[in-house]
Each structure stands twice: as structure tokens, then as C-alpha cells.
């Protein structure tokens, strides 16, 4: 039995409406940390972490107050239809507030890469041409939706191959570079092998680069197979996957500092992981900064 598309509104504001809470306790965990648990343990705060945790804050709050606007809209006019104006202002809105957390993501990740492998931009230069073609897909998706009234609203066949270029392209930059990220953490390990402590604490740090990139990716595959398929389960998972997004991101900070802030090398892998102030020597060394 094929799903409705009112079934799937309500479903979608549902499931989303469950992860916002989690986005939302993680989120303020990781402000906490960064804000006011690490200046108060002698550490630096790193304000691009902090941004970019505010910024994905803000998009899931307003991505759920859009789905609230929508559905107000079209049970007090009795008119579900409206779910399926891809022309209007809200849908546009809502097609912007779900490529941006995606695009800011990807970017953080590209960075933390280029950081990791000393600055060579040889590196990630695949990363960033994907990352190009990603916002390139997600501004067509827009421009088409704001020009072009479709029947269908987002599952009409002319948007379909916007949608998947731009989640396919992102799942396959967050393979590619979380694997770069994983084997250079990984030929570090096997050069510290007399540093029992050391090599630990980098297999750690590999553990929750892969779980985290694991959530995200999952996301995004599920999200980009309802839209292949052109199901109304897309409105559902298309919710879930502005959340999803940012508790990946704020749950790293958040298992980072819970589970080695007592340990004496915690800056360095915690910088090596999600700041930019060490990078990994190309003979697979640390430089490690008090900062």
C-alpha cells in the first residue's frame, strides 16, 4: 500500500519533532563544552566548532518551524495540495534549509582532511570538486522549483536528478575523505606503536570519525533512495536528514570531550579530529600545540 502524502506529512513531522529533541540536547552540550567546560579546564575554545554547531542549531529549529508553517497551512485550508506547490516560498525555503546543513558539513569535513594531510590541497582537490557539484545540484533544484510549477511537487521526474546528483555526490565525498582521514589517523597508529597510550587514543579518535561519518552517510543513502524510487517517504526522510546532520556533527564534540578530557594528550587528538590547530606531519608525526 502506497504511502499518502498527508500520511507522510504527518509522519515527517513526527519523526522530525523526535530528532529535533535529540539535535537539540546534543547541541547544547557541545555550546557547553566548548563555552564553558573548556575555558574552566585551562583549554581553548574553538570557535569554528562552535559556529558551525550554532549554525546547524538554527537550520534544524527553522527547517522544524517550516514543517509546522506547512502543516498549519494545509489542514486549516483544507487543501493538501499545498504540500505539493513546489513553487512556493516555504517549499523553496525548506529545499535551501536542507541542502545548507549538508553543504556545511561537507566543508568542515574537507577541511578537517586538508588539515590532517599538512595543507596539500592535492589531497582534496576530488573533495572540493564534489563538494561544487553539490551546492551546483542544490541551486538547480531551487532555481527549477522557483520558476517552474510542478504538479508533482518534489517527486515530479525533472527535479529527481538534481536531488540524487547532489546526495549521491555528498555520500560519496564523505566516503572518500573520512577513509583519507581514517588511513592517515591509521599510519600514525602503526608508527606509535611504542606509545601504547598514544595509539589508543588515535584508534578512539578513528572509531568516532567512522561512527559519525556511518550516521551521516546512512542518512543520506536513505534519503536518496526515496528519491530514486520518487516515494512520499522522501518527505519523511528528507526531515530527518536536516537533523540527522547536525547530531552527527555536535555528538562528536560531545563523545570527544566526555571521553578524553581527563587524558593528558586529549589536545592532541582532539585537534587532529576537529580543530585546526595541528596538523600530521608527512612523516606521520604529530605537531602538537598547546595553542
Known amino acids: 500500500m502506497a504511502l499518502s502524502l498527508v500520511t507522510a506529512q504527518i509522519l515527517a513531522l513526527f519523526s522530525m519533532s523526535i530528532l529535533l529533541g535529540v539535535h537539540l540536547v546534543v547541541f547544547v552540550m557541545s555550546i557547553w563544552t566548548q563555552v564553558w567546560v573548556n575555558p574552566a579546564c585551562g583549554k581553548r ?5 562552535v559556529a558551525v554547531a550554532l549554525a546547524m542549531g538554527a537550520i534544524g529549529i527553522f527547517n522544524a518551524a517550516l514543517d ?3 502543516n498549519i497551512w494545509a489542514f486549516t485550508t483544507g487543501n493538501p495540495a499545498v504540500f505539493l506547490d513546489a513553487s512556493s516560498w516555504g517549499y523553496i525555503v525548506g529545499k535551501v534549509d536542507e541542502a545548507v546543513p549538508g553543504l556545511i558539513g561537507d566543508a568542515v569535513l574537507i577541511y578537517r582532511c586538508w588539515i590532517v594531510y599538512g595543507r596539500r590541497w592535492n589531497v ?8 561544487t557539484s553539490c551546492m551546483a545540484f542544490a541551486l538547480f533544484v531551487v532555481i527549477k522549483s522557483a520558476l517552474v510549477q510542478y504538479p508533482d511537487g518534489i517527486n515530479n521526474p525533472a ?3 538534481f536531488i540524487s546528483g547532489a546526495l549521491g555526490a555528498s555520500v560519496l565525498l564523505n566516503v572518500t575523505t573520512t577513509s583519507l582521514i581514517v588511513f592517515r589517523i591509521w599510519r600514525a597508529t602503526q608508527s606509535m606503536r611504542e606509545q601504547a597510550a598514544g595509539q589508543n587514543k588515535l584508534t578512539y579518535i578513528n572509531r568516532i570519525i ?3 561519518g556511518l550516521l551521516y552517510t546512512i542518512s543520506a543513502v536513505i534519503f536518496l533512495f526515496t528519491v530514486v524510487i520518487q516515494s512520499n517517504a522522501i518527505y ?3 526531515e530527518c536528514f536536516v537533523q540527522m546532520t547536525g547530531i552527527a556533527f555536535s555528538l562528536m564534540i560531545v563523545r570527544f570531550d566526555q571521553n578524553l578530557a581527563e587524558e593528558p594528550e ?3 587528538t582532539w585537534r587532529l579530529a576537529a580543530a585546526p590547530s595541528s596538523t600530521l606531519r608527512s612523516d606521520d608525526s604529530y605537531a602538537v600545540s598547546s595553542g
Do not use: K
Not at 45 to 49: A, D, E, I, K
Not at 124 to 131: E, K, R
Open 45 to 49: 575554545t574553538n570557535w569554528l566548532l
Open 68 to 70: 509546522v508553517h506547512g
Open 124 to 131: 582534496v582537490i576530488f573533495a572540493v570538486l564534489l563538494w
Open 159 to 161: 527535479t529527481t536528478p
Open 210 to 212: 567512522i561512527e559519525s
Open 236 to 238: 519523511i526522510t528528507g
Open 266 to 268: 586529549r589536545d592532541l
